[in-house]
C-alpha cells in the first residue's frame, strides 16, 4: 500500500524523490516524507496530508546539494495518519533514516524490549521500532548488513524498507520480506522503490527482489545479499518494456476513465499470440506441460474475486472442471482438503497482494501446483506460482481496476478454452465463434465506448443523489453485477449492493422504494424472462430501474440502456465498461477524487 522510493546519483535527489513519490499516489496514501543525508547530519520532513503539503515544506529549504535520499507515503496501519506518524522515521541518535512498508506483527514485544534498554519513541508506529532495532544492530557491529540481518532475525511479519545513515552520504539498504521492493539500475544512478512507475522516466532496467534478500547501493554499484547468511545473490537485471506516457494521462481527465478506454488495446495484447485462427486453437504454452485438473480452485480478492467468479461458469460448461472460487483472506486460514489432481488458480492485478500469496504458500506447502494470473512481470505472484499467465495490461494507475479486470476475463476465457479443447469435451461450434468474436470484438469496443460514456453521464444526473443502488443479474452476469456495485461504492461512495436477482425476494425486495433504485443487467439470454420477472417485482413497488440490455428485448422500465449484442460471454466485454463508466460519471459528477478515493489503496500487500 505504502510507497517507497529511494535514490543515490548525480542528480539533485529531492525532486527526483518527490516525482517518483508522485507516481506512486496511485497505491493511496495519507501523510508523506522525504530524507537525506548531508552536511554530517539526517535532513528530514514530513506531513500529513497530500504531497503538495510535503512540497511546500520542502518550498524555503535549500535542498539542491543532495544526491541521494529516500521517500514514502503512507497509508496508516499502526498509528494515526499524522505527521508524528509519517515516515521516515529516525534511531535515537537521528543518525539512521529509514522508510517502511508492511506490518512488524511482534514490535510490541520488541518496543517493550527496547524501552527497557532505555529506547525513547517518538511515534506509534511499528516501523519506529524497526530503525531502532537497526540502531541497537551497529552497537555490536560496524557492518550495516550485519546488523540489519541482527536486527531482521527478530522480526516478524512483512516489510520492504529502505534505510540511509548520515556518516555513509550515498549508500542505501533495502530489504525485503513479503512487501513489493524492487531496484531500478541507472547509468551513474539507481533507485529502490515498491513500484516501477517511481523511476520509469529515468531507467527501464529492473533488478527484482526476492523475499529474504538485502540490497546495498550507491550512485554506481549495488550488491544483492540473503539476509540469512549474507552471501552475495547473483541477480539478472531484466528490461521492462513500459515507457513513461504509459503511466501518464494521456489526455484523459482521470487515469480510470484512460484505462477504461484502453480496454480495446487490452484485449488486442492479450490476444497476441495465443490465437491460432487459422487452425481455431487457442495456445498456452505456459500451461502445456501440467494435466487438466481434476478439479480447480480460484484464489483472489475484490475485483479479481468477481473474474474468477465469471470464469466458474465457463469452467464448468465448457472445459467440465469443477470450480471453487475462494477469497483469498478466507481461503488461507480453512482447513484445506485438497487432493493432488486439484490446482489452484491465484489472481492478482499487482502480483502483491498479500492475501493472495498466502494462498499460494498454504497451496503449494501441500503440494498442490499453482498457475497465477497477474499483470506484473516479475512480481511475487508470478515468482511464487508454478506457472504463471501474464494479462499483459500495462501499467494500472487507478486504483479503482479497470482494464485489468477486463484482461483477467480475457485469459480466464481463454483458459476456458484451452483446457476444453484438451479435455476434447469444448463443442467446435463454441471455439469457432469465440475465435470470430475475438477478433473483431476490439475494434467494436472502440466505437461504442464514447457511446457507453456518453448514456452513463446522462444517467448519472439523474440518479447522483441516490444514497444507495441495488445491482442485479442471473448466471454470467450475476458477477459482473456484483462487480458494479463494487465500482460505485469505491469513487462515488454510494451503498450498492450486487445480488442474484432471483435472491431479491428472499429479503432484499423490503428494502425497494422509490428512492432506492436497481441497475440490472438484462441480456437476451436465456435468462432474460426470469430476468424480467424479477424486474417486475421491483417496479411493483415503485423502484426505479436502469436495465442494460440488448434491442428488442422489449423491456419496460424506467432507464433502458441498449448495448450491441455480441455472441455468448463476449456480451460481457461490453457490460464490463458501461458499469465502470456509470460508476465514474457518478463519482465526476459528485465531486469525488476518482483515482485515489478515501481510505483504499492499489495493493493490498498487508493483510
Known amino acids: 500500500m505504502c510507497g517507497i522510493i529511494a535514490y543515490s546519483g548525480h542528480r539533485p535527489s529531492v525532486p527526483v524523490i518527490v516525482e517518483g513519490l508522485k507516481r506512486l499516489e496511485y497505491r493511496g496514501y495519507d501523510s508523506a516524507g522525504l530524507a537525506f543525508a548531508l552536511s554530517g547530519q539526517i535532513h ?54 529509514l522508510v517502511h512498508n508492511g506490518i512488524i506483527e511482534n514490535f510490541q514485544k520488541l518496543r517493550e524490549k527496547l524501552i527497557k534498554q532505555g529506547h525513547e519513541f517518538q511515534s506509534e508506529t511499528d516501523t519506529e521500532v524497526l530503525v531502532h532495532l537497526i540502531a541497537r544492530g551497529l552497537q555490536k557491529t560496524s557492518s550495516f548488513p550485519e546488523a540489519i540481518s541482527w536486527a531482521l532475525s527478530q522480526v516478524e511479519g512483512s516489510y520492504a524498507f529502505a534505510l540511509i545513515c548520515k556518516d555513509h552520504p550515498g549508500k542505501i539498504w533495502a530489504a525485503r520480506q513479503s512487501s513489493p521492493l524492487l531496484l531500478g539500475v541507472g547509468t551513474g544512478e539507481n533507485f529502490v522503490a515498491s513500484d516501477i512507475p517511481a523511476f520509469l522516466q529515468y531507467t527501464k532496467e529492473v533488478v527484482f527482489l526476492e523475499d529474504g534478500e538485502l540490497v546495498e547501493m550507491d550512485a554506481s554499484s549495488w550488491q544483492v545479499y540473503s539476509i540469512k547468511t549474507l552471501k552475495p545473490v547473483t541477480k539478472k537485471v531484466q528490461h521492462i518494456a513500459w515507457d513513461v506516457q504509459a503511466a501518464q494521462k494521456g489526455g484523459f481527465k482521470h487515469f480510470m476513465l484512460k484505462e477504461i478506454f484502453e480496454q480495446p488495446r487490452v484485449i488486442r495484447d492479450c490476444l497476441a499470440g495465443r490465437l491460432d485462427r487459422k487452425d481455431e486453437r487457442v495456445l498456452l504454452a505456459e500451461l502445456d506441460d501440467l494435466p487438466v485438473p481434476g478439479r480447480l480452485h480460484i484464489v483472489a480478492c475484490g475485483t479479481s474475486y468477481h473474474a474468477g467468479l465469471w470464469a466458474k461458469y465457463l469452467f464448468e460448461k465448457w472445459a467440465h472442471i469443477p470450480v471453487e472460487v475462494e477469497i483469498a483472506s478466507e481461503f488461507r486460514y480453512r482447513h484445506l482438503i485438497l487432493n493432488p489432481d486439484e490446482l489452484v488458480l491465484a489472481i492478482s492485478q499487482s502480483g502483491e497482494t498479500a492475501d493472495t500469496l498466502a494462498g499460494i504458500r498454504l497451496a503449494r506447502g501441500k503440494g498442490i501446483k499453482v498457475v497465477g494470473l497477474c499483470n506484473v512481470v516479475g512480481s511475487t505472484v508470478a515468482r511464487e506460482s508454478d506457472r504463471v499467465i501474464y494479462t499483459q495490461a500495462g501499467p494500472e494507475i487507478s486504483v479503482a481496476s479497470t482494464k485489468a479486470m ?17 479435455q476434447r469435451v469444448l463443442p467446435h461450434d463454441v471455439l469457432s465463434r469465440s475465435i470470430h468474436g475475438f477478433s473483431s470484438l476490439p475494434d467494436i469496443l472502440e466505437t461504442e465506448l464514447p457511446r457507453l460514456r456518453e448514456k452513463a453521464a446522462s444517467l448519472s444526473q439523474e440518479y447522483a443523489r441516490a ?141
Open 406 to 422: 477486463c484482461s483477467q476475463l480475457v485469459l480466464l476465457y481463454l483458459l476456458t478454452l484451452y483446457w476444453g479443447q484438451r
Open 44 to 97: 528530514l520532513y514530513r506531513a500529513s496530508g497530500k504531497l503538495e503539503v510535503l512540497e511546500e515544506k520542502l518550498a524555503s529549504e535549500t535542498i539542491i546539494h543532495a544526491t541521494s535520499g529516500i521517500g514514502h507515503t503512507r497509508w496508516a496501519t499502526h498509528g494515526l495518519p499524522n505527521e508524528q506518524n509519517a515516515h521516515p522515521h529516525l534511531d535515537p541518535t537521528r543518525k539512521l533514516a
Open 467 to 607: 444514497r444507495s443502488f441495488f445491482f442485479l443479474g442471473r448466471g454470467i452476469n450475476y458477477p459482473l453485477a456484483m462487480e458494479g456495485a463494487l465500482k460505485l461504492k469505491e469513487i462515488s461512495y454510494i451503498h450498492a449492493e450486487g445480488y442474484a436477482a432471483g435472491e431479491m425476494k428472499h429479503g432484499p425486495i423490503a428494502l425497494i422504494e422509490p428512492a432506492f433504485p436497481t441497475f440490472a443487467l438484462a441480456l437476451n439470454d436465456e435468462l432474460l424472462p426470469k430476468v424480467k420477472s424479477n424486474l417486475k417485482e421491483v417496479e411493483a413497488r415503485g423502484g426505479k430501474i436502469i436495465a442494460l440490455t440488448h434491442p428488442r428485448t422489449d423491456l419496460k422500465v424506467t432507464h433502458p440502456w441498449e448495448i450491441p449484442l455480441l455472441w455468448g460471454p463476449l456480451n460481457s466485454f461490453m457490460v464490463l465498461p458501461a458499469l465502470q463508466l456509470f460508476a465514474y460519471e457518478m463519482a465526476v459528477y459528485l465531486g469525488k477524487d476518482v483515482d485515489q478515493p478515501r481510505n483504499l489503496a492499489k495493493s493490498v500487500t498487508v493483510e
